[in-house]
């Protein structure tokens, strides 16, 4: 595939779109499987306690849902967007393959659009617990904001790479998301369990908050692969869910 000569702004916004107005059905769908990811990752234990836990709740299996379409709309939509602007502009910069530049832009836009939207998550995690979002420290809010950067870092490059490829074999869009959903998560999961437990902690903690990078070195090292990775085949069925809604709406955008 020859690079592009130049910025294709109506191909950047349809992104953009598909994102965004993706994320709404998808979200709608998949938030009670959230629910469960996030009480397993803050330590509710079994896939059978956490859904007993929200099953005793209010309205438990939708607690939080508005903040949760929020976030996600807030960081589906800038994420595909910024995605295509970074591949775009790293193939008519610097000539690069689409595939290289996925990979280089995505990196690049995933940390700018986590660290923004970092706070409509930090709200769907403590209302989705129960607790109020109260005043936090600039540290604090410094610390969640580069965690949650890092992870979405991670996470684009992975999806929209296996996504390109699984495209290229003939899969459809509801599965090519899909894929590419299930691949970036496993591979970015120690450190959203690491960013999901500095979110849980209450705001007015005395418990030191560090970057999610070493809380997930910690983790990996105190707890083990098989307690950290616990809620990850959870955590694939939401993303897969979700993503495969915001593939089929991809669908209208040709």
């Known amino acids: ?67 949760g379409v929020l976030q996600k709309v807030a960081t589906r939509g800038p994420m595909f967007l910024a995605s295509e602007v970074g591949t775009q502009c790293c193939e008519t910069g610097l000539g690069l393959s689409r595939e290289k530049a996925l990979v280089i832009g995505s990196l690049s836009s995933g940390y700018v ?4 939207a970092a706070s409509f998550e930090w709200a769907k995690v403590q209302r989705s617990l129960g607790a109020a979002v109260g005043a936090v420290s600039a540290k604090h809010r410094t610390a969640i904001c580069h965690g949650a950067g890092l992870r979405n870092a991670v996470f684009d490059a992975a999806f929209f790479g296996t996504e390109h490829f699984a495209r290229r074999w003939g899969l459809p869009p509801e599965a090519s ?47 083990g692969p098989r307690l950290v990775f ?25």
């Open 1 to 67: 595939m020859e690079p592009r000569k130049e910025v294709d702004v109506t191909e950047c916004l349809h992104r953009g779109a598909i994102g965004a107005l993706g994320a709404i059905p998808g979200t709608l769908a998949a938030h009670p499987i959230d629910l469960i990811k996030i009480r397993i990752q803050t330590g509710a234990g079994s896939l059978s306690a956490a859904i007993l836990g929200l099953g005793t709740r209010d309205s438990g299996y939708y607690r939080g849902l508005g903040p």
């Open 113 to 116: 659009t986590g660290f923004l």
């Open 177 to 223: 998301y899909a894929i590419g959903a299930v691949a970036a998560i496993t591979l970015d999961y120690p450190l959203d369990v690491a960013l999901k437990r500095n979110m849980a902690a209450p705001t007015k903690s005395t418990v030191p908050r560090v970057g999610a990078a070493l809380l997930a070195f910690r983790l990996l090292r105190d707890r």
């Open 230 to 254: 616990a809620g990850l085949g959870v955590k694939s069925c939401e993303f897969g869910v979700s993503y495969a809604c915001t593939g089929y709406v991809s669908t209208f955008f040709r």
